[in-house]
């Protein structure tokens, strides 16, 4: 079984050369439902805005497989050197989605060429990269139902893989994502006479360094934990007191019963630091995308399939705090997302860097790992 690399690469870069940010992905939905259409799909389109699904169906009594894609890109002015640029100055497919689009396209090809007995479903996603993201709405609208999915492939390309390289984690592998808010207020005044006010600014500065405290002294060292305030905003001028010092941050762990605690001493924390001031405080949460959590048996077929592909395992002995909305369908069904190795000496950039490029190589590795998988499970009785 082999993949036509050239195949892979003009479609990704066509879609890098026309890149559609979260939510507004119409041309690449149409562009990839008339690729599955010439494969002999019967397509359906606008799924949670513009998602796209392809099912290949077959027997009943055999599994059914999904395979997914995401397909947004990201809002960054590309700086890389390559001759495919992207064509829409501000916009870029900094994160590798429109490799992860081309793979899939792959796989559904050979899938329609080869096709196992069971049914096999290619969902392309939107809004990966735009909290609250596109998958909770794909399932939502019934992607996994009727027939209902046994389990679910997905992939991401990463640079510190190599092209041949396919990595896989057990388990909690990508971490939560749950953002906060903090708004600290109190008596603004004079800079000059802080003690006929409330200086926000020192309790902001107090919670900061204290919510640092939580992830040593309040979580148990071994399970992975970060806390970061990413933004604080406060005051105007050099001897004004403030009233009101903003504060936004994210949370990073792998479940939601340590999230629920980690809330918990994040609340604890700002209201005694703020109790010891005399100021008050509006202390929000937001859910992310939850835990995303691999089925062990599934990535057992993953390494399996990317045996047959020709690739290398790579067995990864530590989850990423990075997150991914492909944790809702684990949620959901059983699941396995595994890592595309794409990077090199010239594709050292990170993910969401404006250099960021990968190895083209290495797209008929992830996309062949992705048909066998699915091949494999709708080839399994119910
Ligand atoms: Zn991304
Ligand atoms: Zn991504």
Redesign the pocket.
Known sequence: MNIDQQILINWRRYLHMHPEVSGEEKDTADYIAGILRSFGYTVKERIAGYGVMAVLPGDSKKKCAAVRADIDA?PILEESECPYQSLSPGKMHA?GHDAHVAMALGAAKLMSENPPAGTVKFIFQPC??KPPGGAKFMIEAGVLKNPDVDGIFGTHVVPDLLPGQIGIHDGATMSLDDTFSIAITGKGGHGAQPHKAVDNIVVASQVIIALQNIRSRRIDTFDPLVITIGSMHGGSRHNIIPDRVDMNGTIRCFSDEIDMNVRQCIEETVRGICSAYGASYELKFHDGYPPLINDPKLDMTVADAATKAGAEVVIMNRPRMTAEDFAFYGKSVPAAFFFTGAGSERCRYP??NSRFDLEESAMPYGSLTLYHAAFALASQDK
Request: proline residues 0%; charged residues 35%.
């Open positions: 990201l994160c990966e990269e993910l969401h």
